[in-house]
């Protein structure tokens, strides 16, 4: 098998992150990753945020500041929200920006970004990095969106947790090929 096959089957997320967090160079080849990404008429409909350091305690804040939200409270508590960022010393925010075109729907757009981050944690494992995709009410809330600066027109698709493995996690049992693919017309 080719490497490219090998590291996709060997990709696996990883919750448990510590330091060191990518340095400039990986994280530069990582995004010209992300830039190879599929992209119906060419309309870089992404964009990501990097965040370590003292981002992260600002993202915590942030994301306390949404628990008491009048209108959309969150179901986690301050103390909760404030840690979250804390899981790993760096959050890749991953932001699908719609290009309204008369040929590619928004969900093509997003799809595209999405792929974008997918090709990103692959390519972050590939570096000796680990990495977790998630998402949750925080990905959604206007409080949130608002302070992280993402417009009308844009969607959080993920916040990639980043950073060098602690301990793996236990495998994620796989479906079999025969599960999920067959031939059309039978
Ligand atoms: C769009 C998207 C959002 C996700 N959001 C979360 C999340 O908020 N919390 C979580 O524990 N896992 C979330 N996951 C799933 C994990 O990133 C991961 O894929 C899952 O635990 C399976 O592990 P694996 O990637 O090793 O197969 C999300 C995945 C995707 C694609």
Redesign the pocket.
Known sequence: MTHVIDAILE?????RLTSPAPGRAVLDKVFECAARAPDHALLRPWRYLVIEGDGLVSLGELFASAADDPDQPLSASRDKLLRMPQRAPMLIVGISCYRPHPKVPQAEQSQSA?IG??YI?LALQSAGFGG?????PV?RHPVIRTGLGVGDDETI???LYVGTVDSA?P??P?PSVDEFVSRWPG
């Open positions: 990709r696996s997320s990883e919750p999405a981050l997918g944690l977790m995709w998630r998402t949750g990905a698709i993920g916040f996690k495998p994620v796989r």
